[in-house]
């Protein structure tokens, strides 16, 4: 007999009680995180023995970038065996440690799954490229030439050139969305398909909790092979030919939805799991929403409207916010101010204002907006991007791109964990494979941990005053009229509600939010927690404030 179905109040009431409606992850990077065996890499016992300080700060699940078995191009991206663990990392027991220890401080644990592209020393790869009659020949994108010998379409990788690489053994084309050492799958073939499957199985037994998808929109590429349009961007505004395109052909391909449903299939094998998604592009909204409808595919996307805003301004948090305003059968939104693919948000946003005051501002709307908010390592010690000289670059694509980018390697560099030790407590190393930026050193955990006034502080308390607002959790939202300078907006549940407002501006603002909010207190704000009194009348620049009806603890 078949379950009966829930109503949509039943329906409703079920969503509040998904552990992952409005959590709070923990990004971890784990080459840069903590290093323990002395060659100058971070590792996954690093990350067991920082989780007791994950913990403290009151998040409610971490996310950990690729620890596979990699050449590292890509820093992990470019996975060689997706149920092998990188020997820089550790092993299996190391992430069996972390499981256990996160599960009993009661942290979720979530890792990327990289379903668009392989390594070049996958062994699935080295198998396709031997001919074109073998067991695996379709497994990857391949392509004759054009009668010239040029490649079979236009498109262009994200990190510079062709998007297709000349294969001698094959005599053929295959496609690469990012370096050539990274061959796309032709996740057309079905076989590709279920051997992913099994890939996220392998995880799912291991103990994960969930997924972030990489790259997701570039799984599936046209089968025909059709040029992609210009874009028409400015010249100046190019940072390299990929720019230069419209990706309609190249990503985004329909199809892409329907295996995200045998994801989804896979996901309820194993209850209480989640999975996220990774969107990019030009116009990512209508994906996200497609990949996250009626939740019948993914739990939850993300894209870069933050993680590459140059400003924060109100418009920009307006707009993103009335994309997701709870209509029926719409998903849950996930938002990143930084990550391991971004210049580090404070160095972004606060030019011209206190970096210290920027940090406290960013993380109390991150975690005021309707949806989960990932917190990526160093942001809550206030760590700026870190300076990082070209002789010591990494990421392939600074490189490619100096200097026209702030790139990725200084949102990578070590995380400071005691001041006065060498390479600031990340590793007893000679040499680390990012340089320190000794400026970090000053911000070291162990200096802010005695520091009161500390961003590490600020953290905490905020995270903990959080938790007992239920409507910043998983409340509805409402957005307030307010000035073009300031976004403000409601948050209501079960609970009483929270007015939530934020002047992103240079400059003085007046506004009050009307009788509904006539006798609240304000019980957060840029910085300190607990309750402040009266609501302002007038809104200082680069400030905002937590507000509730009554006041005091609930």
């Known amino acids: 007999m078949n379950a009966p179905s ?38 996954l016992n690093g990350i067991v023995e920082g989780l007791d300080y994950i913990a403290s700060l009151g998040v409610d699940a971490i996310w950990i970038s690729p620890f596979y078995t990699s050449p590292m191009e890509d820093f992990g991206y470019d996975v060689a065996d997706y149920c092998g663990i990188d020997p820089s990392f550790g092993d299996f027991d190391d992430f069996d440690r972390i499981i256990a220890k996160a599960h009993a401080l009661g942290l979720k644990v979530i890792v990327d799954q990289v379903y668009s592209h392989t390594s070049d020393q996958h062994a699935w790869f080295q198998e396709s490229r031997q001919d074109r009659t073998n067991p ?24 510079g050139g062709s998007a297709w690489q000349w294969d001698g053994p094959r005599k053929q084309y295959y496609l690469h969305n990012f370096l050539t050492s990274q061959p796309d799958l032709n996740l057309h073939n079905r076989e590709v398909r279920d051997a992913l499957i099994e890939v996220a199985k392998f995880w799912l037994d291991r103990g994960v909790d969930g997924f972030r998808l990489d790259a997701i929109n570039f799984a599936m590429h046209d089968p ?27 990503q985004s391909h329909p199809d892409i939805a329907a295996f995200l449903e045998r994801v989804r299939h896979t996901m309820d094998e194993y209850p209480g799991t989640f999975t996220v998604a990774e969107v990019g592009g030009k116009e990512p909204l209508g994906e996200m929403k497609a990949f996250t409808a009626d939740g019948k595919r993914l739990d939850s996307a993300y894209n870069f409207d933050f993680l590459y805003a140059e400003r924060l301004t109100a418009p920009l948090v307006r707009k993103s916010l009335l994309q997701w305003d709870g ?21 972004r946003w606060s030019e011209g204002h206190d970096i210290g005051r920027t940090a406290r501002l960013a993380l109390l709307l991150l975690t005021a907006l309707r949806g989960n908010a990932f917190i990526y390592q160093g942001e809550e010690l206030a760590l700026p991007q870190g300076e990082v000289a070209f002789e010591d670059l990494q990421d392939p694509e600074a490189i490619a791109n100096w200097p026209h980018t702030l790139g990725r390697d200084g949102a990578r560099t070590p995380m400071p964990w005691i001041a006065t030790a060498p390479h600031a407590g ?35 308390d905020l995270l903990a005053r959080r938790r007992t607002l239920p409507a910043l959790v998983d409340g509805e939202i409402r957005l307030l009229d307010t000035p073009e300078e300031i976004v403000a907006f409601v948050r209501s549940g079960p609970a009483r509600s929270v007015l939530c407002a934020f002047n992103l501006s240079d400059r003085n603002v007046g506004w009050s939010p009307g009788p509904e909010f006539g006798k609240a207190v304000v019980v957060a704000n840029e910085s300190e927690i607990g309750t402040m009194g009266e609501l302002p009348e007038n809104m200082a620049p680069m400030s905002g404030y937590w507000a509730v009806a009554n006041g005091g603890q609930d």
């Not at 829930?6 to 990004?27: C, M, N, P, T, V």
């Not at 680390?432 to 006034?453: F, K, M, N, V, Y």
């Open 224 to 250: 025909q092979l059709r040029d992609n349009p210009p874009s028409g961007l400015p010249i100046e505004l190019v940072t390299r030919p990929f720019d230069m395109q419209d990706k309609v052909y190249n």
């Open 6 to 43: 829930l109503d949509k109040a039943q329906a409703s009431e079920a969503a509040r009680h998904q552990w992952w409606r409005g959590a709070i992850f923990y990004h971890i990077y784990p080459r840069s995180f903590r290093d323990t065996n002395g060659d100058g890499i971070g590792d």
């Open 426 to 460: 990340f590793s007893d190393a000679n040499r680390t494979w990012l340089r320190l930026d000794p400026a970090h050193a000053e911000l070291a955990i162990d200096r802010q941990s005695g520091d009161p006034g500390s961003m590490l502080k600020y953290t905490r």
């Open 327 to 347: 209509s029926a059968g719409e998903g849950w939104p996930s938002w990143a101010f930084s990550n391991h693919d971004a210049p580090r948000a404070i160095t």
């Open 136 to 159: 695996k020949a379709d497994w990857y994108v391949w392509a004759d030439a054009k009668a010239d010998g040029s490649p079979p379409s236009n498109w262009q990788s994200v990190f």
